[in-house]
């Protein structure tokens, strides 16, 4: 095992359950600390240590990193799209103040690495729709991709002036199985599975059209710990990362589920999140992260929907 001392900020979210399991595997069970501000997700329990925190309060974070000899620190704590637009000041001041927060102890206590996830929100209306480029037109339109992006401004500033190795990666929208999604706009790909298999129904947020890029959750976590792992010396984007898996429509997801639940059926009605949705890439450009450390996605519309329909049920159960 590995001799570092793991933090995780936000572990009992979408990202954090699963990739607070995989670190675990790789570092040992007990120098992976778990936090979050909520109750001890169930997939967690019994697993490794687990603390109650609020990143929003530095001075009991920066205790909890100094008491647990902490060298690396994950934080996956956020307000996504959807539910940001709904109390934007309040997105901004969390999204914001914990990553200055982790970036402001990481400096102070010379920890080795930080992770911390960007989306492809920074991108806007004005940016390529298809294969969207690493260094591009950026022009946010929502209080998630503003905050994203000015956390990407962040990163790279505490890298260039203070030497800290911060690490990053745009997430497309993650579909997963096992924990439940967080409030944001590409969640309907989460929620048509749960309803295909529930009621053989579904009623989308989103016109049947609308092309997003998504990546199925082993593939996020396993680009998470590879480029964490890769040497410092093949990092060469130090804002973040352009990540690609694959990218389709409603009506293309709901076809491919067809074929595993003939008698499923899919209406729309979109909402507010359309206007998101339509400004965001449909096909993102991960060239230099391919480059870099290796990056290849290995799920697909059709693999990761016979995934989702095969380990979905036994989750619904519980």
Partial sequence: MKKDKILVIGACGQIGVELTLALRKIYGDANVLASDLREEHDLLKGTGPYVTLDVMNKEQLHVLVIRHNITQIYLLA???????????????HINMQSLLNVLDIAKEESIDKIYWPSSIAVFGPNSPKETTPQHTIIEPTTIYGISKYAGERWCEYYNHRYGLDVRSLRYPGLISYKSAPGGGTT???IEIFHEALEEKTYNCFLKES???????MPDAIRA???LMEADKSRIT??????????????KEIAAEIKKHIPEFTISYEPDYRQ??????????????????????????LEKMTADMLKN???TLQK
């Fill in 312 to 314: 979905l049920p036994a």
């Fill in 275 to 300: 206007q998101i949705a339509d400004s965001w890439p449909q096909s993102i450009d991960d060239t230099l992260a391919r480059n870099d450390w290796g990056w290849k996605p290995e799920f697909y």
């Fill in 210 to 216: 609308t092309y997003l890029p998504m990546m199925y």
């Fill in 237 to 250: 984007v130090r804002s973040s990362y352009n990540l690609g898996g694959m990218s389709f429509s409603p």
């Fill in 224 to 226: 998470t710990i590879e």
């Fill in 78 to 92: 956020a307000i996504l799209s959807a539910t940001g637009e709904k109390n934007p000041l309040l997105a901004w």
């Fill in 187 to 189: 969640d309907y790909a």
